[in-house]
Every structure is written in structure tokens, then in C-alpha cells.
């Protein structure tokens, strides 16, 4: 064992000491406003916008979500603080004696006093007169864009509120009212309802006492089509797929493709026969090009699908190409290749539908290899044909047989 003699260790010990103390004198110096709360009130002068350019702008009211900044002084004395009866989150990194930054709640108040508390260290309260703004609904996604009249329907956003003063009311295309009786449930991020009898294709309108949104998407959507199995097919390619009516479900708007087979769960499995079509532009005679005009980057690749029997491995690798390909499915495991890929048995296993169901995917999620390895997305002109393929995906799942319908493919605009 190594001994110190007691200098030794007296010359440690001084050495230590030292350290700590330069450490704790760079602290000081490093961080001379570092946040110390206080006792006292606070006193709020005004609320304005944190962007230095709207430094002077004054307000009284903000929305939900947005972040203010409170002027005034001694505001390190404010331990909580309340917009209306609804607790927000302070950060100490952003308190100083003069400024509070803070994240208006997104929760709606249940009671409404147009006013700040603010709960002291020493538990005081002082108010300031301020409002909180409720936005008008935000109406993002429906469960199915292709769902017959009589079929439920899920709309999902945000700020669906049904007032009972002002009862929240749907508008389909064609200023068609959606019956009240239709509407099931409104709950703040959701609103189910039955698609009443004669709608149309276009936008829904959602109207609250907050105010009235129109969706971010057309029902029946129909815009960017690139294969329906009615008018737009797959051939050109060595699979066009498997295409049913009514067997083993109805069709959402007449045929659709359809995938079934084993999957094993350890990522071995290529059954291109059971779970792929080929669209290859060229030969299918498609106009020489992309199957699709928008910039790749703001665009969304729509489809509908059902899938029965649980799917619990494997992804649906979703692959363009440029439209000169053909003749080959290298590309489906080469690595320079980006896909999208949906796997959505990873988060509820096995992965069954109620039904149809509408999927969304942004372009620029299309970056990954056959593996799940992100290696970046494709530009324009890459984008002439098509495939779709359930295979690999990186992630091992489990051994399973699920048939996927899947109808109406198209690409639209982001909105």
C-alpha cells in the first residue's frame, strides 16, 4: 500500500482546497446573474412579446401556447404563477428581477378571471389584469378521407369546444351541415360524427364560440391520384398486385390492392408476390417524369388502408424511383435508395384497423434504406414510379399473418 507522510498530505489537501475555491470563484465570476429568489411582492409594470423588435409593444391578452414576458420588478419573489385558474411552468433560467418569461397555458380555463396570480416565497398572491385567448379549432386530420355517408368519422385537432351557449357545428364541401344529432362526442382534441347523407369532396369547416377553421385536408381527396385500381393501375411492373373488390373486406371506392402471407418476426422474409406492387413509370407509359408536381419537401403521400388478422413485423417500405427505372427491384435493398417506411405495430402490436383508416406520411420522412438507416432524402426527379412492399424494415418483430388492403395512393400539398 502507498503511504503519505503527514506534508505530503498537507500539500494534497492545500491543492484540493484551492481547486475548489477557483472553481467556485469561476462560478461567480462565469454567472454573476444567476438566479436567487427573493422576498417581497412583485410589481408588474406591463406584459409584452419577448421578440427584442416588439420590446415596446404593450398587450393585455395572449393565445394559449404563446409565450409573453412580464416587466416589473422584484419578479425573482415569484415562486407560481396562474393565468386564470390554470398553472404555468416557470423556468429559472428565464427570471430575472426585471423580466419573467412564460409559456401562456395551453389548458382552457375552467374559471375565467381575465387575470395573472402570482404566489410569492412567502406565499402572498398578486394579481394583474391580463387574458388568455382561446384559438379557433384547429381541424388537422380526419380518420378516413374516403369514408362513405352513414360511416363514423373521428376529426382530430385541437380546441373543439362545444359551448353550451354556442354548440360546436361541422360544415362539409358544398356548405352541407353536418346534423347535430350526427355529432357523437366533442372532446378537445376530437370530434366523432357520422358523414351525413350527400357530401362532398373538399374542406370541412369547424365552428366554435372561439371561432371557425377549415381543415387542413379535402374529404374524398382525389387531387395527385397516382394509383386508384379503377383508372390507375400498377401494370408496367413485374407485379401489379393482388387486387380485390369485396374479399376479404369492401372496398373504400371500388378495387383495391391487397397483401397477405406469413411474415416471420426476425426480418428474413421477401414474399414479393404476397406483399408488393411495381409501378415503373416508363413502362407503364406514364408521361416521362415525376408522378407528381409539388416540391418533395412540403408534400404528403395519402393513402387508405385496412388491415386485418394483425400485423406485428416488417414495414411497409413505400419506394419511388425515377421514372426511367425498370426492369429490376435492385433498388429495394440497395442502401442508397430512400423509402418511407411505416411500421405501425412498433407502438400497438398486432396492429389491426377499425375499418379503413387514412395514412399520412410527409416526402421528406422518405430518407431511410431498406433498414431503417436514415441516409437522407431524394430531390426532384426522382419520383417517376412507384413501389410498395412489405419487407424488413430494421426492426424484429413477430411471426404473424395479416392481410392489407390498401386503396387511392396519391400526393398532395401540405397545408
Known amino acids: 500500500m502507498k503511504r503519505y507522510n503527514s506534508n505530503h498530505l498537507g500539500r494534497l489537501l492545500l491543492i484540493v482546497a484551492m481547486a475548489l475555491m477557483g472553481t467556485a470563484f469561476h462560478s461567480c465570476e462565469e454567472y454573476p446573474d444567476a438566479y436567487e429568489s427573493t422576498g417581497g411582492v412583485p410589481e408588474v409594470l406591463y406584459v409584452r412579446l419577448p421578440a427584442p423588435e416588439s420590446a415596446d409593444s404593450l398587450i393585455t391578452a395572449a393565445y394559449m401556447g404563446n409565450t409573453v414576458v412580464l416587466v416589473g420588478k422584484n419578479l425573482t419573489s415569484i415562486k407560481e404563477?396562474?393565468?386564470?385558474?390554470?398553472?404555468?411552468?416557470?423556468?429559472?433560467?428565464?427570471?430575472?428581477?426585471?423580466?419573467?418569461?412564460?409559456?401562456?397555458?395551453?389548458?382552457i380555463p375552467e374559471v375565467v378571471?381575465?387575470?395573472?396570480?402570482?404566489?410569492?416565497?412567502?406565499?402572498?398572491?398578486?394579481?394583474?389584469?391580463?387574458?388568455?385567448?382561446?384559438?379557433?379549432?384547429?381541424?388537422n386530420s380526419i380518420s378516413n378521407e374516403y369514408a362513405h355517408d352513414g360511416q363514423e368519422v373521428v376529426l382530430r385537432g385541437d380546441y373543439f369546444i362545444d359551448d353550451p351557449n354556442s354548440p360546436l357545428s361541422i360544415t362539409m364541401a358544398g356548405n352541407l351541415p353536418v346534423p347535430a344529432e350526427n355529432i357523437l362526442s366533442v372532446e378537445k382534441n376530437a370530434v366523432r360524427f357520422i358523414v351525413p347523407e350527400g357530401a362532398e369532396k373538399g374542406y370541412i369547416n369547424v365552428s366554435t364560440i372561439y371561432g371557425t377553421s377549415r381543415s387542413k385536408f379535402q374529404f374524398r381527396d382525389d387531387r395527385g391520384m397516382i394509383?386508384?385500381?379503377?383508372?390507375?393501375?400498377?401494370?408496367?411492373?413485374?407485379?401489379?398486385?393482388?387486387?380485390?373488390?369485396?374479399?376479404p373486406v369492401e372496398g373504400i371506392s371500388g378495387k383495391y390492392v391487397y397483401f397477405s402471407g406469413a411474415i416471420p418476426g426476425d426480418l428474413s422474409d421477401w414474399n414479393e408476390d404476397g406483399f408488393s406492387f411495381n409501378?415503373?413509370?416508363?413502362?407503364?407509359?406514364?408521361?416521362?417524369?415525376?408522378?407528381?408536381d409539388i416540391d418533395p419537401s412540403t408534400a404528403l403521400l395519402k393513402f387508405e388502408v385496412n388491415v386485418l388478422d394483425g400485423w406485428s413485423s416488417n414495414a411497409l417500405q413505400m419506394i419511388f424511383t425515377p421514372w426511367e427505372t425498370s426492369g429490376t427491384n435492385s433498388y429495394i435493398a440497395d442502401t442508397s435508395v430512400p423509402r418511407g417506411l411505416w411500421s405501425p405495430w412498433k407502438n400497438e402490436s398486432p396492429f389491426t384497423t377499425d375499418g379503413w383508416m387514412t395514412v399520412v406520411v410527409p416526402l421528406k420522412d422518405f430518407k431511410y434504406d431498406h433498414t431503417g438507416k436514415e441516409i437522407g432524402a431524394a430531390g426532384p426527379g426522382n419520383f417517376g414510379g412507384l413501389?410498395?412492399?412489405?419487407?424488413?424494415?430494421?426492426?424484429?418483430?413477430?411471426?404473424?399473418?395479416?392481410?392489407?388492403?390498401?386503396?387511392?395512393?396519391?400526393?398532395?400539398?401540405?397545408?
Open 81 to 107: 404563477i396562474y393565468f386564470n385558474d390554470q398553472k404555468a411552468i416557470l423556468n429559472n433560467s428565464f427570471i430575472t428581477a426585471n423580466t419573467l418569461f412564460v409559456n401562456v397555458p395551453k389548458t
Open 279 to 292: 409501378l415503373w413509370g416508363s413502362a407503364n407509359g406514364r408521361p416521362e417524369g415525376d408522378l407528381f
Open 227 to 247: 394509383l386508384d385500381w379503377d383508372n390507375l393501375n400498377a401494370d408496367g411492373g413485374w407485379r401489379a398486385g393482388n387486387l380485390r373488390t369485396d374479399d
Open 113 to 139: 378571471t381575465n387575470k395573472i396570480y402570482m404566489v410569492t416565497t412567502g406565499k402572498d398572491t398578486v394579481d394583474f389584469d391580463f387574458s388568455v385567448l382561446v384559438p379557433a379549432p384547429a381541424v
Open 387 to 415: 413501389t410498395f412492399f412489405v419487407y424488413h424494415g430494421g426492426v424484429e418483430g413477430r411471426a404473424c399473418s395479416p392481410q392489407i388492403c390498401i386503396d387511392n395512393i396519391r400526393v398532395v400539398p401540405a397545408e
